[in-house]
C-alpha cells in the first residue's frame, strides 16, 4: 500500500503564507515518484499548481498563477515534498492534493486533500 499525508493547509488572510507538507509511507515509490501538488477550486476543475517533471524528476513545473509566489521542494531523507506558498489570495482557495506520479508504471497516488482557505 501507499499512503500520501498532507499537511499544513488553513484558514489564512490575504497576503498571508503557508507551508504544506506530503509525506509518503507504505511501499517505498518516493524515489521513483515525480511528487507534486495539484488543486481544486470549487466548481473548478483539479489543476496542476507545482511538480517536479521531466524522466528524471530534475525539473520543476509550476503552474502561471504560482511562478514567483509558490516553492516546490522535496526532502529524500524524509520521503516529504513541501509546497511554501506565499502572497497568497482569495483565488488560492482550494483544496489541494499531493500527488505521486510513478511515470515507467502510468500509476498516480493521491492524498486525500487539504483545504486551503484564503480569506479577510
Known amino acids: 500500500q501507499v499512503e500520501l499525508v498532507e499537511s499544513g493547509g488553513g484558514l489564512v488572510h490575504p497576503g498571508g503564507s503557508l507551508r504544506l507538507s506530503c509525506t509518503v509511507s507504505?511501499?517505498?515509490?518516493?524515489?521513483?515518484?515525480?511528487m507534486g501538488w495539484y488543486r481544486e477550486a470549487p466548481r473548478k476543475p483539479r489543476e496542476m499548481v507545482a511538480r517536479?517533471?521531466?524522466?528524471?524528476?530534475?525539473?520543476?513545473d509550476y503552474a502561471d498563477s504560482a511562478k514567483g509566489r509558490f516553492t516546490l521542494s522535496s526532502d529524500k531523507e524524509k520521503k516529504a515534498v513541501y509546497l511554501q506558498m506565499n502572497s497568497l489570495q482569495p483565488e488560492d482557495t482550494a483544496v489541494y492534493y499531493c500527488n505521486a506520479d510513478l511515470r515507467q508504471s502510468y500509476t498516480r497516488y493521491w492524498g486525500q486533500g487539504i483545504q486551503v482557505t484564503v480569506s479577510s
Open positions: 517536479f517533471a521531466g524522466g528524471l524528476g530534475d525539473r520543476i
Open positions: 507504505g511501499r517505498d515509490i518516493f524515489s521513483d515518484a515525480n
